[in-house]
């Protein structure tokens, strides 16, 4: 699958963009200096998996394209 650029989002003053990689994954790059921060996965889980060195930064980046509609992601119900 080609790497598609999905937008970007803002957090704490600082811009950055979603790349999604994979289907459910998406790559983190901020926009001033053009440095991949780090990764999260969408699963059927509650919460992103984060893959970086700065995961708090990581996962409120991907809790704002959640919201902000960046991502191919849609909620599922879980049928028990």
């Known amino acids: 699958m080609q790497s598609v650029v999905k937008g970007m989002v803002q957090v704490h003053r ?3 963009r979603i790349v999604r990689v994979r289907t459910g994954q998406y790559e983190v790059v901020r926009v001033l200096d053009d440095v991949r921060v780090g ?18 930064v990581i996962r409120d980046v ?19």
Do not use: H, K
């Open 14 to 16: 600082v811009t950055y």
């Open 39 to 56: 990764m999260f996965f969408l699963t059927a889980l509650q919460e992103p998996v984060i893959v970086g060195d700065a995961p708090d």
């Open 62 to 80: 991907a809790r704002a394209a959640l919201q902000g509609g960046r991502t191919t992601w849609s909620p599922r119900r879980l049928i028990a």
